[in-house]
């Protein structure tokens, strides 16, 4: 599963990174560009200072300048220097801030012509700007000029300004992260409004989704709207066809059972027994009309604690003194999320079942885990034998015929467990019988406010 605030904020980061990317490489080759124009410049002028205070004799030898236009020229160390150079590469003069540097001749360069390298003089790497000039009266005699800066400063200046491009490009990109996530926290209110009115549904809080939203969802809303209403719908339908069918065929068997009655019992043959089958079969389809199914949809959660409580006094009537001793082990804000008359078939059979053949001792436990509903009712009887666990969660299969009874009660229980995607499982009670063990997803509820007491009388 995946967020998808989280994954659009994703996708904004990237292109955001992306863009912030190329802009920093753009203003990064922009202010290099820049810089370097910047030290070419300055070499320039640098360069026609040298040249205007150098005299140029006719056969080749220099008056060199007496004054210096920039003082670093004078001081050694210090990253600048100046050459003149003959047109057989001889070094005719040097400037004082050159004094112990391993000098080379420049590259031959076009006549008037200034060209910047960056090349290594010693230990440093330097710009440098060269330019050949020749005398007026004789061409063929040419003279090459060359002023050097360390790029130890450009350097240094272009480490800044990375530095802070970066640091203001970053905080700008934290600050429009931060502008995309409060604007889509914002955007996102409807998606997460759906989804807290959603999960109402399901807990029975609300019966549909409300209208006031944007048009972007109003379909969805309304579409959400008739799937709840049509499932409803359709699970009113099918259980009032249920009940409908089997009230109809309730009848007339009943007639037939009464105009059999009147023919002599060793005439009647295969007669009571189909009629036997067809009234196990109309009276599984009324319990079964009685469960609504694995739907959820606008089922408030109630008190798990007082509907056990119902069904253990319902039993202790129908008993009388044959009703086995009760405990019942449930939390009081465990609640059931579901349909009551559901519950009512899971735990009316089941514990049906243990005051038939509980042994005088049956105990009822009740416990949530993992949004899971379980149950676990046991008893102190005969217990069951696991190749007889499976005959019995046959629709109409009994083991006991001198009870009353259809036979059709576990395997309710069974179907109603199984559609809502859980199961039921026999294991050994510690009380020395049975322990049918009963687990239904999504049906555990706990409730907000303490239910009101019921009097459950649980030992009795």
Do not use: C
């Not at 799937?227 to 359709?234: G, K």
């Not at 009940?243 to 009655?261: D, E, M, Y």
């Not at 001792?361 to 009740?366: E, G, I, S, T």
């Amino acid at each position: 599963m995946y967020s998808l605030r989280l994954r659009v904020l994703a996708t904004q980061a990237l292109v955001l990174l992306v863009f912030f990317a190329l802009t920093m490489i753009g203003l990064d080759i922009a202010f290099r560009y820049t810089a370097e124009r910047a030290v070419r410049d300055r070499l320039d002028v640098e360069l026609l200072m040298i040249i205007a205070q150098t005299e140029f004799g006719d056969s080749g030898q220099i008056s060199p300048p007496q004054e210096l236009p920039e003082p670093r020229f004078s001081q050694p160390g210090s990253g600048l220097t100046g050459s003149i150079w003959s047109h057989d590469d001889k070094l005719l003069w040097r400037s004082p801030s050159a004094v112990g540097l391993e000098m080379t001749p420049p590259a031959e360069t076009p006549l008037g012509e200034r060209v910047l390298t960056r090349t290594q003089l010693g230990t440093d790497r330097v710009f440098r700007l060269a330019m050949s000039v020749g005398l007026e009266s004789d061409l063929a005699i040419e003279f090459h000029i060359e002023v050097s800066e360390s790029d130890t400063a450009f350097q240094a200046q272009l480490s800044r300004w990375r530095q802070q491009l970066g640091l203001w490009m970053g905080l700008s990109l934290v600050m429009l992260l931060l502008a995309q996530l409060i604007s889509l926290r914002y955007l996102m209110q409807p998606l997460r409004k759906v989804e807290g009115e959603i999960e109402a549904v399901e807990r029975g809080d609300r019966q549909g989704l409300s209208e006031d939203y944007p048009e972007e969802l109003a379909g969805l809303s309304r579409n959400l709207n008739t799937l709840v209403n049509n499932e409803r719908a359709r699970l009113g339908r099918y259980r009032d066809s249920l009940g409908n069918l089997a009230h109809s065929l309730k009848t007339p068997l009943a007639v037939v059972r009464n105009l059999l009655s009147a023919v002599p019992e060793g005439e009647r043959g295969e007669f009571d027994h189909q009629l036997e089958t067809m009234d196990r079969l109309v009276s599984y389809q009324l319990r079964r009309a009685a469960a609504s199914g694995s739907t959820t949809l606008g089922r408030k959660p109630f008190a798990l604690a007082p509907h056990l409580a119902r069904v253990q006094r319902s039993l202790d009537r129908v008993y009388g003194d044959a009703a086995p001793r009760v405990t019942l082990e449930v939390a009081p804000d465990l609640g059931y999320r579901g349909d009551e008359g559901d519950l009512y078939e899971i735990t009316g059979n089941l514990l049906d079942n243990a005051y038939k053949y509980g042994g005088g001792r049956v105990r009822v436990r009740a416990s949530d885990e993992d949004d899971v509903l379980r149950i676990e009712v046991a008893d102190a009887g005969d217990g069951i034998a696991l190749e007889d666990w499976t005959e019995l969660l046959d629709r109409g299969k009994r083991l006991d015929e001198a009870r009353p009874g259809q036979g059709i009660g576990l395997s309710v229980v069974r179907e109603i467990a199984v559609a809502d995607g859980g199961d039921l499982r026999l294991a050994a009670s510690d009380l020395g019988g049975a322990a049918i063990q009963l687990s239904l997803p999504g049906r555990a509820a706990r409730l907000d406010v303490e239910p009101e007491s019921t009097d459950p009388e649980p030992v009795r």
